[in-house]
């Protein structure tokens, strides 16, 4: 493997660009802007791996609570914290709660927590004793069940060495036994436990109506309280919502990918306070709108199965109504299985990174800057090198074509991430790599600098605890 030479050197408008201080790249066609290149650059190092005995391919990020790092097995049915000495199981089909029968490769779906707080997602073919009447899905052959299938969350507390003791019922849903089940969860700085629920449909589906319609919990961004379980939609319009973390240590905006279906691959932002406040619910505009058009990024998609539906427009920049993405990214003409994953953002892990995320199949990386804001800002890729500096790529690294790419913070707050297949664990690191300027660039050394000296000490205040 040959040592990793720095990128050849960027024009000054596109070294700009790798700096942060580019205007967004506008799509000039029915499709996103395309990925750029940059010297962005992180490094991996192997911390170990999470699958336990007997353990599946089947695993959902690790999440850090306390100082523990807890791994939920989705096919295995376990969650156990990762340690030095290995895997130690703290929940299992043994131990469930009364009336819980576990079902598919995601019986458990993931978990949240703060404190001694933890909140179990579970997906179960029976409904036990302690819910409330779940929510139903819509009176549609679409959403046939065959049978009941329930998602449930939980309440656990958890003990002095991380076990996780005394669950107690919060609330149900009924679901499919498919499909797009999102599944993303993330405790709130008041507690209340913020939940991503997906459409219930299968990827031949544009949404259909439940996900602009606020009476139903479908397609939604839902606050639940987690002591009486009252459930309330903040935001609606979303697809699969598998991960949500926060954008700094300030904890006052959320980031979330969500998987695209046509064209777009999402990361999306907003304000806690624009969720808290549910007399307003936020609208990612995917699901059959009053216009008829489906929102994927900010391209208006036609009604009709996944074979018929087409991309027939762009959306006006700030459409009322709607909240844009972040970020967004398309296939670049790829025909196999493609999906975002992430993003991951860590003051400690990264410089002139701002979030980081990637294609779950192959493990590519992508990045938007730091200092960022808005919405449609520029997706740039990046590059990976191993501890020796030499450039390489996960598949290259673990040996094997799908990734399955997954991105957690790890206790202390550095960012990591994982590979479901494998199981395999990494801490990353971004490296700066010199770009040389032009001749004649020094002529703009300075007004550069003066950019950077400002976007530096805007991004020191913003991840500032």
Not at 234 to 247: D, L, P
Not at 312 to 336: K, N, S, T
Not at 428 to 436: A, D, M, R
Request: proline share 6%.
């Amino acid at each position: 493997m040959q040592c990793f030479a720095p990128r050849p050197a960027l024009s000054l408008l596109a070294l700009a660009a790798a700096l942060g201080v580019s205007n967004p790249a506008v799509a000039s066609t029915l499709q996103p802007a395309p990925v750029l290149n940059s010297t962005l650059t992180v490094e991996v190092s192997h911390v170990g791996n999470v699958r336990g005995e007997g353990g599946s391919s089947n695993i959902a990020e690790p999440v850090a609570v306390g100082d523990d790092l807890y791994v939920v097995d989705q096919g295995a049915r376990t969650i156990s914290i990762a340690g030095s000495d290995g895997m130690r199981s703290v929940l299992d089909e043994s131990s469930l709660p009364a009336g819980v029968s576990l079902e598919g490769g995601t019986g458990i779906v993931n978990i949240a927590g703060e404190g001694d707080r933890v909140y179990v997602g579970m997906y179960s073919s029976t409904l036990p004793t302690g819910f409330d009447t779940p929510a139903a899905l819509p009176d549609d052959p679409s959403y046939s069940t065959g049978q009941p299938r329930f998602d449930l969350v939980y309440a656990y507390d958890r003990a002095a060495d991380g076990s996780l003791v005394n669950p107690v019922p919060v609330t149900a849903f009924e679901a499919t036994t498919g499909g797009h089940r999102g599944g993303g969860m993330l405790v709130l700085p008041n507690g209340d436990l913020l939940y991503a629920r997906g459409d219930n449909l299968s990827q031949h589906y544009d949404g259909l109506s439940a996900p602009q319609d606020p009476g139903s919990t479908l397609s939604k961004l839902l606050v639940i309280d987690g002591e009486t379980g009252a459930v309330e939609v903040a935001a609606m319009g979303i697809r699969n919502v598998q991960h949500m973390t926060y954008a700094d240590d300030t904890r006052e905006r959320i980031v979330f990918s969500d998987i695209g279906w046509t064209v777009a691959e999402e990361i999306n932002a907003i304000a806690v306070s624009d969720l808290t406040d549910t007399a307003t619910v936020e609208n990612f505009g995917w699901g059959r709108n009053a216009d008829g058009f489906a929102r994927e990024g900010s391209f208006y998609v036609s009604e009709g199965p996944e074979s018929e539906a087409e991309v027939v427009g762009i959306a006006p920049p700030g459409e009322v109504g709607f909240h844009q993405p972040f970020a967004q990214f398309g296939r670049e003409d790829r025909d196999d299985f493609f999906a975002v994953s992430g993003p991951v953002t860590s003051a400690s892990s990264f410089s002139d990174i701002g979030m980081l995320f990637g294609n779950l199949v192959e493990g590519d990386l992508y990045a938007t800057l730091a200092g960022a804001e808005g919405t449609l800002n520029d997706v740039y890729s990046v590059a990976l090198v191993d501890g020796t500096g030499a450039e390489t790529t996960l598949q290259a690294l673990l040996g094997r074509s799908r990734i399955d790419l997954r991105f957690f913070n790890f206790a202390d707050g550095s960012a990591g991430l994982m590979s479901e297949r494998s199981g395999d664990i990494f801490r990353l690191s971004e490296i700066i790599v010199p770009v040389p300027l032009p001749a004649g660039g020094v002529l703009l050394l300075g007004a550069l600098a003066g950019l950077l000296g400002t976007r530096r000490r805007a991004r020191r205040a913003q991840v500032a605890p």
